[in-house]
T-cell receptor, first 112, second 114 residues
Framework: DAGVIQSPRHEVTEMGQEVTLRCKPISGHNSLFWYRQTMMRGLELLIYFNNNVPIDDSGMPEDRFSAKMPNASFSTLKIQPSEPRDSAVYFC??????????FGQGTRLTVV | DQQVKQNSPSLSVQEGRISILNCDYTNSMFDYFLWYKKYPAEGPTFLISISSIKDKNEDGRFTVFLNKSAKHLSLHIVPSQPGDSAVYFCAASYSGGGADGLTFGKGTHLIIQP
């Protein structure tokens, strides 16, 4: 298996633009997580899905952030409109019932 | 308010010696603890975990110790090798670390010196 696949790896966008980050979880994994890493706050859980259903989105910072999981093999995290303070590395991870989650390589987002 | 704390941003250890990384938590509801390792430009990779019903778990050179009364856990790496140089994250979970999200510490950058 190729692991968790995220795209793009790097994204540079102007303030106010819409940004969409994509994630393909490991086949057979029924939980999917979106995390954000910043210097100030470290790794934070934004939202997670179980069996494609959003379970907890309390970590989503603002209404500008939204996430979807239309099927078991794809999820998106959208920021609209983007702001400079959204600049961070965004990780997607997936897991089964066992301990731990498998992370993708992340998307480095820069909003200028 | 941080529920998982790693108070040492960095740690330098000589190759062959023992590396000890520490982690404290505040929420007594956590029932599973994990350590992740992260290299630059890569995602975190799962290293080792421990359930709250145990006080020690060992996997090769890596051992995690849990002291529930002190709400403290530590990761021991012995002997330390150059490839161990990375950022190590402590994480905690309410549900065995699988279905629910993880709460992470800010990480400790371990540097193994030759």
């Amino acid at each position: 298996d190729a692991g968790v696949i995220q795209s793009p790896r790097h994204e540079v966008t102007e303030m106010g633009q819409e940004v969409t980050l994509r994630c393909k979880p490991i086949s057979g994994h029924n939980s999917l997580f979106w995390y954000r890493q910043t210097m100030m706050r470290g790794l934070e859980l934004l939202i997670y899905f179980n069996n494609n259903v959003p379970i907890d989105d309390s970590g989503m910072p603002e209404d500008r952030f939204s996430a979807k999981m239309p099927n078991a093999s794809f999820s998106t995290l959208k920021i609209q409109p983007s702001e400079p303070r959204d600049s961070a590395v965004y990780f997607c991870a997936s897991s089964t019932s066992g301990p731990g989650a498998f992370f993708g390589q992340g998307t480095r987002l820069t909003v200028v | 308010d941080q529920q998982v704390k790693q108070n040492s941003p960095s740690l330098s250890v000589q190759e062959g010696r023992i590396s000890i990384l520490n982690c404290d938590y505040t929420n007594s509801m956590f029932d599973y603890f994990l350590w992740y390792k992260k290299y630059p430009a890569e995602g975190p990779t799962f290293l080792i975990s421990i359930s709250s019903i145990k006080d020690k778990n060992e996997d090769g050179r890596f051992t995690v110790f849990l002291n529930k009364s002190a709400k403290h856990l530590s990761l021991h790496i012995v002997p330390s090798q150059p490839g161990d140089s990375a950022v190590y994250f402590c994480a905690a979970s309410y549900s065995g670390g699988g279905a629910d999200g993880l709460t992470f510490g800010k990480g400790t950058h371990l540097i193994i010196q030759p």
